[in-house]
T-cell receptor, first 114, second 117 residues
Framework: GDSVTQMEGPVTLSEEAFLTINCTYT??????LFWYVQYPGEGLQLLLK?????DKGSNKGFEATYRKETTSFHLEKGSVQVSDSAVYFC?????????????FGTGTRLTIIP | DTAVSQTPKYLVTQMGNDKSIKCEQN?????MYWYKQDSKKFLKIMFS???????INETVPNRFSPKSPDKAHLNLHINSLELGDSAVYFC????????????????FGPGTRLTVL
């Protein structure tokens, strides 16, 4: 079955540091890939997405590129801020019209210190 | 305007009780979902409904029964609550448009934190 593997957290960085959160996936078909973010006490928000190989999703300074050859979708940001502190989830959805579901990684807690 | 709303936000109850969590979406989506997030933040799908029809049921105990009175609502009823049911439950919705290809952006509610004592 489908699965998503994220790097273990928690991750603690200083403000303005470079961020990478690794994500690799296993899928039987050709999935769409997502990063969701969960701020403290809130629900999940879609951060960015990519639907085909070599697509780059980007939002709020975060980027991730769909790499089919390495089955990866690593999240990066050049200069993190305290407000980026949250839990980040990598997820995939296989094409199965009408029967799609999101398969999530375990989440990576990110803490940014001033 | 709230896109996906859940009530209540917090629910504390005793073992053995029966409780319900309500979810409503005003996005006009045709598919709704329930996810469970455990204490380690792991998220797993429980159910999905498309136009009031059950599509996904991921080996969830029979004590959990989703009900969809219309495509804007998906409620979750839990019978005989157990300690292990304590978690945060998230509702989500999406518009599954087959002709647009493999794409499933889901919009999540704020979550309901259930604590079973």
């Amino acid at each position: 079955g489908d699965s998503v593997t994220q790097m273990e957290g928690p991750v603690t960085l200083s403000e303005e540091a470079f961020l990478t959160i690794n994500c690799t996936y296993t899928a039987t078909g050709y999935p769409s890939l997502f990063w969701y973010v969960q701020y403290p006490g809130e629900g999940l928000q879609l951060l960015l997405k990519a639907t085909k190989a070599d697509d780059k999703g980007s939002n709020k300074g975060f980027e991730a590129t769909y790499r089919k050859e390495t089955t990866s979708f690593h999240l990066e940001k050049g200069s993190v801020q305290v407000s980026d502190s949250a839990v980040y989830f990598c997820a995939l959805s296989e094409p199965n019209f009408g029967n799609e579901k999101l398969t999530f990684g375990t989440g990576t807690r990110l803490t940014i210190i001033p | 305007d709230t896109a996906v709303s859940q009530t209540p936000k917090y629910l504390v109850t005793q073992m053995g009780n029966d409780k319900s969590i309500k979810c409503e979406q005003n996005l006009g989506h045709d598919t709704m979902y329930w996810y469970k997030q455990d204490s380690k933040k792991f998220l797993k799908i429980m159910f999905s409904y498309n136009n009031k029809e059950l599509i996904i049921n991921e080996t969830v105990p029979n004590r959990f029964s989703p009900k969809s009175p219309d495509k804007a609502h998906l409620n979750l009823h839990i019978n005989s609550l157990e300690l292990g049911d304590s978690a945060v439950y998230f509702c989500a919705s999406s518009q599954v448009v087959p002709k647009r290809g493999p794409y499933n952006e889901q919009f999540f509610g704020p979550g309901t934190r259930l604590t079973v004592l």
